[in-house]
């Protein structure tokens, strides 16, 4: 299974809404444009079903990416391109290939094809080795995932070793989720490798996660064949809306991006300040944590119990470490008090 960051609405203890810190689903803390809510606001074709061949949709966010609309497409969130891809490539009996630990969605998904997922492990700093990777490649692999920055950790692959993957003609995605925070894509890439796919969304940068919207960038011939497969109308009216509000205040939202990083490296610092954590340098939106004293779940239960919300996940190679979003300096200034309270 999949199991998803949690949602303040599922909290025990109830805490209201607006005294929340939440710090465990990588979202921009800064909200959307207030362009989208007022869009959203007059926004008279709720009733019309959206354009299937996403014309509008593909030419502006090629604008935005810096490429061409044949290939673009977009898709009800990232996640959903990830499950079309994947479904592209993977039949039953299948192996895809994932550098872990990773996103655990490539793998969902795979299995849910009836594909195996082969996971090699990362190293003790998450680095990834891309000659074991290469030699976990069988005439059985058909499609590789490699997500960069890497969720959860948020450190990146080198190019050259994205490359030298691609170099195997196997098609070989990444996941640039967190683009707009590390500065750093594939995208340039493509048109010498037809085998490279990019995924990118719109849900942290600009600050839009719940209303779904993400895209991934092809060569125009992958572009078509997925495009063939994916549900005709999976991006919904609000999403176009909120794809048009959020490029015309690109600016404004790009200013936020600016802010979270550089408060991603004033909470590293903090964080490193304290004797039980061991931040990993990151460029996503978050940071991850060893957490060096005591057990990461209860360190994690009890900020819940005080309205802080961050990530912990129950698996061998994750379960002494956090994820922490990067939020606003105010949000890391508690967080931080917090964590001191709690661990002495
Ligand atoms: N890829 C990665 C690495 C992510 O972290 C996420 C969101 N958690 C996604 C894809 C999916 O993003 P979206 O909201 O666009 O579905």
């Known amino acids: 299974g999949f ?9 025990k203890k109830k805490i209201p809404p607006e005294e929340i810190i939440k710090l465990n689903g990588n979202e921009n803390p800064y909200g959307c444009s207030p362009a989208v809510n007022q869009a959203l606001f007059e926004c008279k074709k709720f009733s019309i079903y959206p354009d299937a061949t996403q014309q509008e949709v593909r030419s502006l966010v090629a604008g935005y990416a810096g490429t061409t609309p044949d290939r673009v497409v977009a898709a009800a969130g990232a996640d959903q391109l990830l499950d079309v891809i994947v479904r592209l490539f993977i039949d039953p009996g299948d192996e895809m290939i994932t550098c ?4 655990e969605l490539y793998r969902f998904y795979t299995q849910l094809c009836g594909g195996t997922a082969v996971e090699v492990q990362r190293d003790e700093n998450f680095d990834v080795n891309i ?3 290469k030699s976990a490649i069988t005439n059985k692999t058909k499609v590789i995932f490699l997500c960069n920055p890497n969720n959860p950790t948020g450190n990146v692959i080198p190019k050259e070793g994205i490359l030298d993957m691609a170099k195997t003609g196997i098609p070989t995605v990444v996941d640039e ?6 500065g750093i894509t594939m995208s340039p890439y493509i048109d010498q490798y037809p085998n490279l796919m990019v995924v990118r969304t719109f849900s942290k940068w600009a600050g839009i996660a719940s209303i779904r919207l993400g895209y991934g ?5 992958v572009a078509a064949s997925v495009f063939s497969i994916k549900p005709p109308f999976s991006v919904s009216v609000p999403a176009i809306v909120g794809l048009k509000s959020s490029l015309q205040e690109k600016e404004h939202l790009l200013s936020t991006v600016r802010k979270i990083v ?3 490296e004033r909470l590293f610092q903090e964080l490193k300040k304290l004797s ?4 990993h340098p990151s460029k996503g ?8 004293k005591g057990e990461a779940a209860k360190l994690t239960q009890d900020l819940e119990d005080r309205g802080i919300l961050i990530r912990h996940y129950n698996t061998p190679r994750l379960k002494h470490g956090v994820r922490i979003t990067v939020g606003k300096p105010e949000q890391s200034d508690k967080l931080i008090a917090a964590m001191k309270e709690l661990m002495g």
């Open 131 to 133: 000659s074991q990777v």
């Open 100 to 103: 872990v630990p990773t996103f």
């Open 177 to 182: 989720a967190y683009y707009e925070f590390s």
């Open 285 to 292: 939106n978050f940071i991850f944590c060893a957490v060096l």
């Open 217 to 221: 960038i092809f060569s125009p011939e």
């Open 262 to 264: 550089d408060e991603r």
């Open 3 to 11: 199991t998803p960051n949690k949602s303040p609405d599922l909290l």
């Open 276 to 279: 039980f954590l061991k931040p």
